[in-house]
């Protein structure tokens, strides 16, 4: 079968804009949340926010590709720029290599918002439908770089882009295609946020930004909005091997899951074990292979408590003899890196994989701040609050989306 | 509005709000080949002129001027 392995990435999130700063962030469990007065003045209960500067891309950019991009348009063009340089992707190979392109994002309510109430008076810019819909990210990230291969929006809300990292895992394996950019962004602005704050979902930690997302802890209260844009190349080993590519990691397993449970809006252990399970059995590993899980938990109130449930059924299944969960000696560490983050949603799932290799080129496991009473459902784990320095081989990286879709991704040091 | 005017307004749109290169911004110029304006840059251009000029060009009637002065001439036409 043919092995698939990241030879380029890039970040901008709330923690850095380049690969260096995150690493640093992460080591020192450094937050990127901040609390935005706007937010209330505009009427979200949340004024809570990653704190992701939109980029000024006016100097490489020119008006035609800049007019057709929203904010997380622009973050992803910075986070793709990146991954493409780090990975020698030039034009002359793109333009004897079709590349695809699988991205995870929404579509930008932000941009069309303001003229729902006084359409008629108002003359809209023939940019704009570039801007708003949900493929704009893609569309525009493909035109921009010249790419000629599969095109295509993974919306799979919080679990999109980690969605987009496993097809292209199978694009690559079944040789139709030998590179793929892949990724999400997510925007951060406070339209995007309305429909999420009214579903009661974000903390309401206002005064405490740095502390609010607290996941795994008995006194979390809801997700942070983050955001930004991360991206990853993915490539056939044989060709980045001929390409003297530097290899940053292997994907070997994609597993995913759909909960096809009657409550949209409910997270379930079923769900997320079946998706971590399936990638554990695609990349022909078992649970005690596993070094470091990075944790979906975005904590909320459900979400930490099913996700710990189909942990301690995957990595300590329950002794039929003794009636004990505690049989695994060799559980991995774990720790949600939206503890520092907030929720990256549509991108969570690429951030979360560049920040799991990050830990993996760097050897340390970036820790799950905030974490103070831990939940009982996860006290058996070995959750990570302080910075821990250790080889890391192989990571499981968890990603649920709101409506019940799963998708687990395994990360192997080569 | 004095032709000058028209052209001064024109050439302002074009190099503000479509970055196009103010070097190459001559009445001779060809919209497409010279400037590289798009079909949704025309669309652009016939907002400007129903703000600007206060009439709303016909559905495509930019897309068939060939030059800058063909423009020019079209709004002091129909102004």
């Not at chain 1, 999130?13 to 380049?18: K, N």
């Not at chain 1, 940053?248 to 409910?266: D, K, P, Q, R």
């Amino acid at each position: 079968m043919r092995r698939v392995v990241v030879t380029g990435m890039g970040i901008w999130s709330c923690i850095g804009q380049d690969l260096l700063t995150v690493t640093e962030s992460l080591r020192q469990g450094r937050s990127g949340i901040v609390f935005d007065s706007k937010r209330i003045e505009y009427g979200l209960q949340s004024g809570l926010v990653g704190n992701v500067p939109i980029p000024n891309v006016k100097a490489e950019l020119q008006r035609y590709f800049r007019d057709k991009m929203s904010d997380d348009g622009m973050y992803a063009y910075c986070a793709a720029k990146q991954a493409l340089t780090f990975a020698h992707v030039t034009d002359k190979y793109l333009l004897k290599n079709s590349m695809g392109i699988l991205w995870g994002n929404d579509g930008n309510p932000s941009e069309i918002s303001h003229f729902y109430t006084d359409y008629k008076n108002i003359e809209l810019s023939p940019s704009l439908f570039y801007r708003y819909h949900t493929s704009s990210t893609t569309s525009n990230l493909a035109n921009i770089f010249g790419l000629h291969g599969i095109s295509l929006t993974i919306e799979a809300a919080c679990a999109s882009s980690s969605h987009a990292i496993g097809l292209a895992l199978m694009f690559i394996r079944t040789g139709m295609q030998d590179t793929i950019l892949v990724g999400g962004s997510c925007s951060t602005n406070k339209e995007s946020a309305v429909a999420i704050d009214a579903a009661t979902a974000l903390s309401l930690r206002n005064n405490d930004p740095l502390h609010a997302s607290r996941p795994f802890d008995k006194d979390r209260d809801g997700f942070v909005l983050g955001g930004g844009a991360a991206a990853l190349v993915l490539e056939e080993y044989e060709h980045a091997v001929e390409r003297g590519a530097t290899i940053l990691a292997e994907v070997c397993g994609y597993g995913f899951s759909s909960n096809g449970i009657e409550e949209i809006s409910m997270p379930s252990a079923e769900g997320e074990y079946i998706a971590m399970k399936r990638a554990l059995d695609d990349a022909g590993l078992q649970p005690s292979d596993i070094d470091y899980v990075n944790a979906h938990a975005t904590s909320t109130i459900a979400g930490d408590i099913e996700e710990a449930k189909a942990l301690t059924r995957l990595f300590a299944p329950p002794n039929p003899s003794s009636g004990s969960s505690e049989t695994s000696a060799s559980s991995p560490y774990i720790s949600s890196t939206k503890s520092m983050t907030g929720h990256e949603n549509w991108m969570a799932g690429a951030s979360e994989a560049v920040y799991s290799i990050l830990m993996m080129q760097n050897g340390f496991v970036a820790p799950n701040i905030n974490l103070e009473n831990v939940i009982d459902e996860a006290k058996d784990f070995n959750i990570v609050r302080e910075t821990i320095y250790t080889p890391i081989r192989t990571v499981l990286s968890n990603s649920s989306g709101m409506g019940g879709t799963n998708s687990a991704l395994v990360f192997r040091k080569i | 509005m004095t032709t000058q005017e028209i052209q001064e307004k024109v050439n302002a749109f074009l190099t503000d709000r479509l970055e196009y290169e103010p070097s190459a911004i001559t009445p001779e110029a060809e919209l497409k080949r010279d400037l590289g304006m798009t079909s949704l840059d025309a669309v652009e251009t016939s907002i400007f002129i129903k703000r600007t000029f206060g009439f709303q060009p016909e559905r495509g009637a930019i897309k068939t001027l060939v030059t800058l002065q063909d423009l020019y001439d079209y709004i002091a036409r129909n102004i």
